[in-house]
């Protein structure tokens, strides 16, 4: 998988503004896709997750777009409040027993 | 309902000691994964344990190992520690082996070497 350097994207937002977070996977035989939040000196947390047969699926406030023909992934977070504040890692599963493959982390940083 | 838990949260340890972690996995799950997060890196998968046996594993030398318990339990030992092994190790668990689900993780565990 990728990994990330010392300096993470940013993006910055204000409160109450829409967010989008993407992530490019690299593998054409992916089919499973999960968003994490991690907050400074916590693990992962899992947002939502979504398959390939699908292109869209909405949690509360976030929704997950996937388009398989550029291999984007997206993550849209409605009405972004400061506790949204954290860096938000992409990660991808293949077909049959491989392990998660962790993306570049984009870190949100939200204005208040 | 508890969730993913480790210890323990903070350890300093030289230039060629020995460690382990431990992991206990949330409620109701049987899988444990093992990820080493260096700083401003996303985590990079280290082993996957299922019904006590390594079932998947990560471009890891052998100097890490680890064990699954009946209880589900996991340890993640380290040998021979390099200056390169200080970084967030986070535990995460999930049900039914090696398939696409979502994993729920630890905490971890900050390993710093002097």
């Known amino acids: 998988g990728e990994s990330v350097g010392l300096h993470l994207p940013t993006l910055s937002v204000q409160e109450g503004d829409n967010s989008i977070i993407n992530c490019a996977y690299s593998n054409s035989a992916s089919d499973y896709f999960i968003w994490y939040k991690q907050e400074s000196g916590k693990g992962p947390q899992f947002i939502i997750d979504?398959?390939?047969?699908?292109d869209k699926r909405q949690g509360q406030r976030v929704t997950v777009l996937l388009n398989k023909t550029v291999k984007h992934l997206s993550l849209q977070i409605a009405a972004t409040q400061p506790g949204d504040s954290a860096v938000y890692f992409c990660?991808?599963?293949?077909?049959?027993?491989?392990?998660?493959?962790f993306g570049k982390g984009t870190r949100l940083s939200v204005i208040a | 309902d508890a969730g993913v838990t480790q210890s323990p949260t903070h350890l300093i340890k030289t230039r060629g000691q020995q460690v382990t972690l431990r992991c206990s996995p949330k409620s109701g799950h049987d899988t444990v994964s093992w990820y080493q997060q260096a700083l401003g890196q996303g985590p990079q998968f280290i082993f996957q344990y299922y019904e006590e046996e390594e079932r998947q594993r990560g471009n890891f030398p052998d100097r890490f190992s680890g064990h699954q318990f009946p209880n589900y339990s996991s340890e993640l030992n380290v040998n021979a520690l390099l200056l390169g092994d200080s970084a967030l190790y986070l535990c995460?668990?999930?049900?039914?082996?090696?398939?696409?689900?979502?994993?729920?993780f630890g905490d971890g565990t900050r390993l710093s070497i002097l």
């Open positions: 995460a668990s999930s049900f039914g082996g090696p398939r696409d689900q979502p994993q729920h």
């Open positions: 979504i398959r390939s047969n699908m």
């Open positions: 990660a991808e599963n293949r077909k049959g027993n491989t392990p998660l493959v």
